[in-house]
């Protein structure tokens, strides 16, 4: 993909590199990129640091679901360590083409539990990603328990009420469940962070543009310093 002369960069944060044109993705009413994702799990990921938590950039996620070698997958797999995280994060995309990077037209969330040995998965558009979401779970199981997890749809997600804003639900979901888990959790293997997602996520969603854009702006000002 080829960058515009304007389109310059603004902010390289742990492995992600932010341009301009995503801030201006996070200003209007637009589906969230792969980078802006990324780099907002990633910044979770910093907040929420713990060997007990892995948060998997989009790209990642991407490969394992659609790696057509169980071989190669494999050796691509072992060295994330997944079996030693007690809580991982999948970002899921709808995108099946391995030569177009970025593509899709829709984002959900896969999170698998170690305590409930499940795999949940949140979408805010009426289960879309449903199939894009087992694909992944049917992949990368194996490598994180013994391919005996539960997989779950939760129907209770908040629901976006535009045709923009899955990655946005994403990002909200991803953050109030890492807040969850650093927070203790709740042990009940029914309630789980369900209610947290269901009573914070709708007003999170709301105002999540305008707190990544004042994040990005904060650490673009302190590395100027």
């Not at 932010?18 to 980078?35: A, E, M, Q, V």
């Not at 829709?106 to 894009?132: C, I, K, P, T």
């Amino acid at each position: 993909m080829g960058y515009s002369l304007d389109d310059d960069k603004i902010l390289s944060y742990n492995d992600v590199v932010l341009r301009r044109s995503d801030l201006d993705i996070l200003n209007g009413p637009n589906f969230l990129n792969d980078r802006v994702i990324e780099f907002y799990l990633s910044y979770l990921s910093t907040v929420h640091a713990s060997p007990a938590i892995s948060v998997i950039p989009p790209s990642i996620a991407f490969w394992i679901s659609n790696c057509p070698d169980t071989e190669s997958l494999k050796d691509f797999i072992e060295p994330l360590r997944l079996r030693d995280s007690d809580l991982l994060i999948f970002p899921v995309n709808d995108n099946t083409n391995v030569e177009l990077a970025g593509g899709g037209l829709h984002w959900s969330l896969l999170v698998y539990y170690r305590e409930a040995n499940s795999f949940f998965h949140h979408d805010s558009l009426m289960g879309l990603n449903q199939w894009s979401a087992k694909q992944l779970f049917e992949a990368v199981s194996p490598f994180v328990c013994d391919g005996d997890a539960i997989y779950r749809e939760c129907s209770d997600t908040p629901q976006q009420k535009n045709g923009y804003d899955c990655g946005v639900y994403l990002l909200g979901v991803a953050q109030v469940i890492c807040q969850w888990f650093s927070s203790g959790g709740v042990k009940n293997r029914d309630e789980l962070w369900f209610n947290d997602v269901t009573e914070t996520v709708p007003d999170l969603a709301n105002h999540l543009r305008e707190d990544i854009l004042g994040l990005i702006r904060r650490l673009i000002s302190e590395k100027s310093e």
